[in-house]
């Protein structure tokens, strides 16, 4: 195709950033630091490699997720707890963050909610930054690997991808079929997956996580959360996506209650303030 003559002036037009963020309420970080220095453990969900767990977090406390054993990514999904129908959702939480977020990111909620539901307190990756390639980590871009796509690119049954591991652990916790849990399976964040875009393709890419035992990434609950998380059967992903030939490892989800004054003049996040009409 024969590029027109000003293909390269049309090129070098400035980009504009979708949705400049400076307006966004900011979270209170000093705060959080305090609150964090004054944690009680009050539980724990050690998740399989190749499976998935589900937890509770009641709103004003912590949870972080953490490599206990060797190199692993996680796709984590969140709901509200009173209502499932309220979830994470990647998509908005990439159009204000980017497409990996660390420290003072929040993770929003679908509509028509919009409102967090977890600050990232801490990151013990937020040094990675982004690599040569474009790669950085936890990112928000890929959907979670699922036995659709699966079957699609090679052709056979797949049952521990980390849709199914998801599907599979909040029809254990919410005592009803698989059939009736997929449906509230969402698009995930990618917990210490290394990920880019390719700069020639365009294409999602991922390459080894620099997640090391004893590395961890933590949250701030800003409602009560309904949580799942994966141990992905692509290990650190630094060479297939979904396999069981994959070296993978556990993860460790521990949830953390800080002391009540420790959280004085914090309230848990509101709905959107939107009224709904849509110009009708």
Known sequence: MTEPTDAAARRAVT??????????????????????????????????????????????????ITSVEGSQVG???????????????????????????????RMWSSFPHLRPLATITHDSLAWYGIDA????????????????????????????????????????????????????VHDVLNVFMCTGFTRDTGQYFMKASPVRPGDYIEFFAETNLLGALSACPGGDCSTVHSSDKAACHPLLVEVFAPKAAALEGWSPSKRNSYDRSHGA
């Open 75 to 105: 796709d984590l999904n969140l709901w509200h707890a009173d209502d499932l129908n309220e979830r994470f959702y990647s998509g908005k939480t990439r159009a204000l963050h980017g497409t990996h977020i660390t420290r003072g990111d």
């Open 15 to 64: 980009p504009v950033i979708c949705y400049p963020n400076d307006s966004l309420p900011a979270p209170d970080m000093a705060l959080y630091d305090a609150a964090r220095a004054t944690l009680t453990k009050v539980d724990e969900v050690v998740v399989a490699p190749r499976d998935a767990g589900v937890f509770s977090v009641p709103e004003g406390h912590f949870f972080r």
């Open 133 to 184: 390639f474009g790669g950085a980590v936890h990112d928000v871009i890929g959907t979670r690997c699922d036995p659709y796509t699966h079957r699609l690119l090679a052709g056979d049954m797949y049952h521990h991808c980390c849709h199914s591991n998801l599907t599979r652990a909040l029809a254990e916790h919410l005592n009803v079929s698989t059939d009736e849990a997929e449906p509230f």
